[in-house]
C-alpha cells in the first residue's frame, strides 16, 4: 500500500505549484494567452500535490465510519486523521473540536446555532456577510470598524461594556476580503477576555496567508474554507471549544449525528459527528488536510513570494491616474495580497471584462460580499461608483502577471478598450464574442 498518510514532514522548498499554471485562455482580439489569475481571496487554484494526493487517494476512497471493509478503514482513518492536522495547522488547545463544514460561510452558520441562548454578539460591519450575517436577534451590536487598529480595539472594548450579562462572543476577520489589511486579533482578543467574552476568528482570508495560532492569538474559534486554501474539493471547518458544541442541537439532524435512535427518543453523539450528519465529504476533508500541511511546509517561501508581488503590484499602480485604493484604516498596517481599488472614469465591471477579455487577466469587481464596508470605503476614498475592483495574489502568481496587469490598466486608462464591450444581464461582456469554451463545457 502506498498511500502517504502522513506529508507533514515534506522539506521546504521553492513555492508549492498549482494546477492550471499552464492553462492558457482565448483573448477576444485573437490568440491566446497564459491565464494570470488574479483572484486568489475569492477562490484559489488546486495545489499540485492536493491533486495528486486526492488522486492516490481516490481508488481507497470509501464510506467512513460505520464501512466494515478495508477501503472503509482506510478512508475512515483519513478523514479522522485530518482533525487532527487542522488541530496543528491553527496551533489550537489540546481538546478543541474540529467539525468539518462546506466552508466558512457554514462555519458561522453552525457556531450561530450553537450559541447558549441569549449570547450577546460584537461584529465589525467591516466583516464579510459569512461572518456578519449568521448572527440574529436584539443581542447583535454591529460596530462601525474605525480608521486605526487603537481605536477599533477601543469600540470592541466600549461595546462588550455595554452588553446584558451572559455569554458574550466577538466575531472579527484575521484579514479582510476587501482590503487584505490584519485586523488587531490578538489585542481585540485580551479585550474580550476582560469581558468574559469569547472570539471567533473568521480565517477564511488569513489561513492562505498566514500562519494562525489559536494559543498565541487567544481566539476561542476558527472558521476556514478549504477552497480558499487551495483545495477545491468543498469542505472547510469550524475549530474551537468544544463545550457550547456539544451542549447545542445537532446542526442537522439526521444518520452520523445519531448514537440511538428509538420509537420514542434520539440520543446524539457528543463529540464532533453531532454536528456532522450525513455522509461527510472524505475527499475534501481528505484534500483540506493535505493543503494545510503544505502550506505549513512552505510558509516562509510564501510569505516572500506574496510580499514580492504585492510590491510589485503596489509600485507598478502608484501614479496610475484616478487610482484610488480602499483602506480601512489610516496608516499602513500588515496585509495580505488582496488590493481593491477604483479608476476614476471607468466602471469597475467594465476593467474588468476588459481585463479578461483582452488581456486574459481574472480579477473580481463588485462589493465582495462585504456591501455596507465597500460602500463606505468607496465613500471615504471619495468615489461614487457602488463597487470595486479587487486584485488578490496567490501562489498561483508570477511577476508576468503583476506586470501584465499593471500594464494593462495604464493602456486602458490612456486608449480605452480595443473591443466594444455591452452589459449582458447586468454585467459587461465583449460584444459578438465568438470564443469558445472547451468541450467539457458542452
Ligand atoms: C473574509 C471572508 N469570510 C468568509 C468568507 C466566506 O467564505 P465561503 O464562501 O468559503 O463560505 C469569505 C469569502 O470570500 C471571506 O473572504
Redesign the pocket.
Known sequence: MTLALDRSTETAAAVPAVAGAALRVPLVTGGDIGYANLDH??SAPCLDAVRSAVDEFLPWYASVHRGAGFASQVSTRLYERTRDVLRRFVDARNGDSVIFTR????AFNLLAKALPRKTSVVVFDSE?H??LLPWRGPNVRRVQLPRTRLAAVSVVDEALAECPQGPRLVVV?GA??VTGELLPVAEIAAVARKHGARVAL?A??LAPHRRISVRELDVDYVAL?G??LYAPFGA?ALIGRGDWLRAAEPYLAGGGATKLVTEEAVVWNSGEERHEAGSPNTVGVYALGVACEQLSAHWDALRAHEAALLERLRKGLEGLPGFAELRFFDAPVDRVGTVSFVVEGFEPGWLAAVLSAEYGIGVRDGAF?AHVAARRLLREAGSEAQQAVRVSLGLGNTEEHVDRLVLALRQIVARGARWEYAKVDGRWAPVGDTRELPGFCA
Do not use: P, R, W, Y
Open positions: 481571496a475569492a466552508n466558512t460561510t457554514d464579510h459569512a461572518a476577520a479582510s476580503n473568521d477564511a482570508q474554507s477552497h480558499k472547510g460580499c
